[in-house]
């Protein structure tokens, strides 16, 4: 997965993470699950604040 697949990664975070409300996550945080995912392989400095904006609502949306 690279930062792009943000439905792939949301769907991911989901199953890995059930019982967090993507709502109240910091980014920070979010960064870091990310890289921790076994199918993420891209260059942790490849992200910003619109991919994880855009991995947030698409795991909020998941998470409905």
């Not at 890995?16 to 942790?44: A, G, Q, S």
């Amino acid at each position: 997965m690279k930062w792009t697949d943000t439905l792939d990664i949301a769907i991911a975070l989901y199953e890995k993470y059930p019982e967090v409300d993507p709502l109240k996550i910091r980014f920070t945080d979010l960064h870091n699950w990310v890289l921790e995912l076994e199918e993420f392989d891209d260059d942790p400095k490849h992200s910003g604040e619109k991919i994880l904006e855009a991995i947030q609502m698409a795991w909020i949306d998941e998470a409905r």
